[in-house]
């Protein structure tokens, strides 16, 4: 089946460990994007790739890292440097630049925890 | 700049009673994409409807209705004779068409459907 899979879906690190959150998706789609879910803070952009080898900071890029060596797949560190790493995070995809691929298509998530 | 607001931070609405989700955005593409998420208890964002700025036509989808005004820049969601299923978090997203791609999410209307 086509889609994005996030994993692991629930993780636990401790204070001072990167933790590397895997996101991939076999829907030959040109665009990634890393979200960061907190309570009552909506979806925060943290990074975002629009082709391989290339990528842009978002709103709150600073403790993060990603990477987009292949189309398929768009990693993202959370590093020491982060300060409040506990939250959801969100991967989303979208398909080639056209009218009927404008919507992004998100992964299950992975709940990071940080002890 | 581009913003996206959701006033309304939660609603509680008894079953099959009416109910619409406000959305209001800043933007200063001339042409640029609205979006509205939802987002169940397993936390993956299902997209709903996309609507492009130069196309104002409402959208009726089954129980679900889109009022797109540009004149007062929203982009609101109404669910007629709610259902219990309906009780999710729902997200108002903007893309612009400038290059930088970015798609920005409101902070979220989480909304309870009491039986």
């Known amino acids: 089946d086509g889609g994005i899979t996030q994993s692991p879906k629930y993780l636990f690190r401790k204070e001072g460990q990167n933790v590397t959150l895997s996101c991939e998706q076999n829907?030959?789609?040109?665009?990634m994007y890393w979200y960061r879910q907190d309570p009552g803070q909506g979806l925060r952009l943290i990074y975002y790739?629009?082709?391989?080898?290339?990528?842009q900071k978002g709103d709150i890029a600073e403790g993060y890292s990603v990477s987009r060596e292949k189309k398929e797949s768009f990693p993202l560190t959370v590093t020491s440097a982060q300060k409040n790493p506990t939250a959801f995070y969100l991967c989303?995809?979208?398909?080639?630049?056209?009218?009927?691929?404008?919507?992004?298509?998100f992964g299950q998530g992975t709940r990071l925890t940080v002890v | 700049a581009q913003k996206v607001t959701q006033a309304q931070t939660e609603i509680s609405v008894v079953e099959k009673e009416d109910v619409t989700l406000d959305c209001v955005y800043e933007?200063?593409?001339?042409?640029?994409?609205l979006f509205w998420y939802k987002q169940p208890p397993s936390g993956e964002l299902v997209f709903l409807i996309r609507?492009?700025?130069?196309?104002?036509q409402n959208e009726i989808s089954g129980r679900y209705s889109w009022n797109f005004q540009k004149s007062t820049s929203s982009f609101n969601f109404t669910i007629t004779a709610s259902q219990v299923v309906d009780s999710a978090v729902y997200f108002c997203?903007?893309?612009?068409?400038?290059?930088?791609?970015?798609?920005?999410f409101g902070k979220g209307t989480r909304l309870h459907i009491l039986p």
């Open positions: 829907l030959n789609h040109d665009a």
């Open positions: 790739s629009q082709i391989v080898n290339d990528f």
């Open positions: 933007t200063r593409d001339t042409t640029y994409y």
């Open positions: 997203a903007l893309r612009g068409m400038n290059r930088d791609d970015k798609i920005i």
């Open positions: 609507r492009n700025s130069f196309d104002e």
């Open positions: 989303a995809s979208r398909g080639p630049t056209g009218l009927l691929n404008t919507e992004a298509f």
